[in-house]
């Protein structure tokens, strides 16, 4: 499948795409909300609430925000290369989980805990947050043996 077909097909089979799909394939989160559907023998991930979707893409824009200059990172607007942006997504929730002192990293369940706690996602520990985004690092690969 050609990829413009691909994309024509995901934004019709997936029209709620989830907003932290990234860091939800590479297992470092889990979310209740979470519908995994097959496309072009590829996995994509839909959210099944629409209220949950508008929290995350919130969280995800506040991540974005606040490490900016900490990473580095291109203006907004500017699409993320793969590696930022798995950097920020699963850092900031593996610090979110933290703040939160969330049991699990699902993530709808560590957003919720995280605006009873704190009201609004505005007034998490953002430096702490931060911290676990700009110390998140992807995984080595193995090297393979010289044959």
């Excluded at 605006?115 to 520990?125: E, G, K, M, R, T």
Aim: aromatic letters at 4%; proline letters at 7%; charged letters at 20%.
């Amino acid at each position: 499948m050609d990829e413009p077909a691909y994309h024509a097909s995901r934004r019709t089979i997936n029209p709620s795409p989830c907003v932290f799909e990234r860091a939800i394939l590479a297992h470092c989160a889990q979310c209740e909300l979470a519908r995994r559907h097959a496309l072009a023998e590829r996995e994509v991930v839909a959210c099944s609430l629409e209220v949950a979707r508008i929290n995350c893409t919130t969280l995800e824009s506040l991540f974005r925000e606040r490490a900016t200059f900490a990473l580095r990172l291109p203006r907004p607007g500017v699409p993320l290369v793969h590696a930022k942006a798995m950097q920020l997504q699963c850092g900031g929730l593996r610090g979110l989980q933290a703040a939160v002192a969330a049991p699990t990293t699902d993530v709808h369940a560590m957003v919720q805990k995280a605006q009873v706690n704190d009201a609004s996602l505005l007034d998490l520990p953002w430096e702490q947050i931060v911290s676990s985004i700009v110390a998140w690092q992807t995984r080595r690969r193995a090297p393979t043996p010289n044959s």
